[in-house]
C-alpha cells in the first residue's frame, strides 16, 4: 500500500483538482491523508464534501499553524 500525506492550509482554489486526480488514478491500492493545518478558508468544507463517501481518504485537523 502507498500512502499519500497531503498538507493543506486555505488551498481552497486547488483542493477539489488534487483530491480528484489522487482519486483517479490507476493504481488501487493507496490511501490518503490529508493533514489541515488550521486552514481558515473553505478548503475544509472543500476537503469534507469530497471525502464523504470514499473510504480511502481521510482528514487529520491540526490545532495550530505550525506546518505538516
Known sequence: MISIILPNFNKQDYILETLESINIQSFHNW???IVDDNSTDK????????INDKNRFSLVHKE????A
Request: with cysteine; hydrophobic share 35%.
Open 43 to 50: 478548503s475544509i468544507e472543500i476537503i469534507n464534501s469530497f
Open 64 to 67: 495550530s499553524n505550525t506546518g
Open 31 to 33: 490511501e490518503c491523508i
